[in-house]
């Protein structure tokens, strides 16, 4: 079975600081996704990366960052917090073979 | 990626087949049609797929159309557990999915 594991479950930062996500899979696939999921606004893509050291923006990149040093391994990092990125952030990972995505249990993160 | 329409809720006893629909009227002939399910608080679980044919895995059933146009997923004995919102997506190829707002699925005991 494909195992996306985040770092935390739970997260509460405060406004200005330097926050990091992590995500691992343990699947060797290529591609990796950060979303975000709001109320009422579904899941929003951030950022995906489709190798070691490559990135692509997604729908909503403003505010965040990305790094991706190693293939099982894509982190998110938030430079400098803000109340409205409060909320559940969703890692995901697909083969190159399949359009299917697994994610991960997701972080809720809180600024205050 | 096409759009889906899902009712926003159902309601289904525990024991029986849940059975939730999904439109995908403009669906092109490469999209696959995708089943998800979020239970509370938890990361979307990938259920199953297909493209024209009805699928059939361990934890549900996809019958398709014989237009595409739309599709159903069954559940043959839901439990508890399956309390989740359900999430239909057609996809084919882009990098990332569209999530509507799916249907909320509540088993009653």
């Known amino acids: 079975d494909v195992k996306v594991t985040q770092s935390s479950r739970y997260l509460v930062k405060r406004t200005g600081e330097k926050v990091f996500l992590e995500c691992v899979q343990d699947?060797?696939?290529?591609?990796m996704f950060w979303y975000r999921q709001d109320p009422g606004l579904g899941l929003r893509l951030i950022y995906f990366?489709?190798?070691?050291?490559?990135?692509e923006k997604g729908d909503i990149p403003e505010g965040y960052s990305v790094s991706r040093e190693k293939k099982e391994r894509f982190s998110l990092i938030l430079e400098s917090a803000s109340t409205n990125q409060t909320s559940m952030y969703l890692c995901a990972s697909r083969g190159v073979s399949t359009d299917t995505q697994y994610f991960g249990p997701g972080t809720r993160l809180t600024v205050l | 990626d096409a759009k889906t329409t899902q009712p926003t809720s159902m309601d289904c006893a525990e024991g029986r087949a849940a059975n939730l629909p999904c439109n995908h009227s403009?669906?092109?002939?490469?999209?696959?049609v995708y089943w998800y399910r979020q239970i509370h608080s938890q990361g979307p679980q990938y259920i199953i797929h297909g493209l024209k044919n009805n699928e059939t895995n361990e934890m549900a059933s996809l019958i398709i159309t014989e237009d595409r146009k739309s599709s159903t997923l069954i559940l043959p004995h839901a439990t508890l557990r399956d309390t989740a919102v359900y999430y239909c997506?057609?996809?084919?190829?882009?990098?990332?999915?569209?999530f509507g707002t799916g249907t909320r699925l509540k088993v009653l005991a």
């Open positions: 990366s489709y190798d070691v050291k490559m990135k």
């Open positions: 403009t669906i092109s002939g490469n999209e696959y």
């Open positions: 997506i057609a996809h084919s190829g882009t990098y990332k999915y569209i």
């Open positions: 699947m060797d696939h290529e591609n």
